[in-house]
């Protein structure tokens, strides 16, 4: 009966500590979770532009909140204005219009077709991904719960 009342003592402290750590192992899981978009996204923009010395893909930094309770992509520029890193993600993302021809012969006919250049959507082509990649940092936390609470 004592081995059983130590048993159960020792599995409450266990308990106690996984309670304590859910903190640290929040913010770990988002660490993880944002690298693994940071390389998802990185991958699309490869294959979505002609990025091949990195000039786009390389600006792209992971950030995860201050009290580790969630994880980003997004440019890591600090600057701000019409040619500053951010926007011209934004640009490239979302895409961006065109000056309109400014002929006022009635016979002009511009050789621009069309007004708008459609966005490349590299954020969004890596959001079907997020799912798979949170659901496998979470089943490997929970491997990582249930072998420390097993004592392991």
Same mark, same amino acid.
Request: aromatic share 6%.
């Given at each position: ?14 308990? @106690?500590? &996984? +309670? #304590?750590? #859910? ?24 294959? #979505?532009?002609? @990025?091949? !010395?990195? !000039? %786009? ?7 995860? /909140?201050?009290? /580790?309770? =969630?994880?980003? +992509? ?18 490239? &993302?979302?895409?961006?219009? %065109? ?12 050789? %621009?077709?069309?007004?708008? +250049?459609?966005?490349?959507?590299? =954020? ?7 799912? !798979?990649?949170?659901?496998? &940092?979470? @089943?490997?936390? /929970?491997? &990582? +719960? ?7």
């Amino acid at each position: 009966m004592p081995q059983d009342a130590d048993g159960l003592r020792q599995f409450a402290k266990r308990c @106690d500590a &996984e +309670v #304590k750590r #859910k903190r640290a192992d929040q913010r770990a899981i988002h660490e993880r979770l944002g690298a693994r978009m940071q390389s998802e996204v990185r991958s699309q923009i490869r294959g #979505k532009l002609n @990025d091949a !010395h990195g !000039h %786009i893909s390389g600006v792209q930094a992971r950030v995860v /909140g201050s009290g /580790g309770g =969630y994880a980003a +992509v997004r440019p890591s520029g600090t600057d701000s204005g019409p040619d500053s890193l951010n926007a011209i993600t934004n640009y490239l &993302e979302n895409g961006h219009a %065109i000056r309109r021809p400014s002929g006022r012969n009635p016979r002009y006919r511009p050789r %621009i077709k069309m007004l708008y +250049v459609s966005g490349r959507g590299f =954020y969004n082509a890596a959001r079907p991904s997020l799912p !798979h990649m949170l659901q496998s &940092e979470v @089943d490997r936390w /929970g491997r &990582e +719960v249930a072998g420390r609470l097993e004592g392991r």
